[in-house]
């Protein structure tokens, strides 16, 4: 599969299919935040995040976002 240069929440919202609704697994893209925000799902209910820009990433648990998940995307 052929990236773009530059991932944007836009063009992640192409990638891979959507698996909202199914279980998640380490790797799939979590599109937040009414669409603003991506984070990483890494196992155990956490997610790889960065809180804002130029933050360092950070491990937190996916249900601070679970009202705000808009899409789920895996690239398999």
Same mark, same amino acid.
């Given at each position: 599969?052929?990236?773009? =240069?530059?991932?944007?929440?836009?063009?992640? !919202?192409?990638? /891979? @299919?959507?698996?909202?609704?199914?279980? !998640?697994?380490? #790797?799939?893209?979590?599109?937040?935040?009414? #669409?603003?925000?991506?984070? !990483?799902?890494? /196992? =155990? /209910?956490?997610?790889?995040?960065?809180?804002? %820009? /130029?933050?360092?990433? %950070?491990?937190?648990?996916?249900? @601070?976002?679970? #009202?705000?998940?808009?899409?789920?995307? @895996?690239? !398999?």
């Amino acid at each position: 599969m052929d990236f773009p =240069g530059r991932l944007t929440t836009y063009s992640i !919202l192409k990638l /891979g @299919r959507s698996v909202k609704g199914k279980p !998640l697994r380490p #790797g799939d893209m979590v599109v937040v935040n009414h #669409g603003k925000h991506v984070v !990483l799902y890494v /196992g =155990g /209910g956490k997610v790889a995040a960065a809180p804002h %820009q /130029g933050e360092p990433v %950070q491990y937190q648990d996916l249900s @601070r976002f679970t #009202g705000s998940i808009v899409d789920v995307r @895996r690239v !398999l």
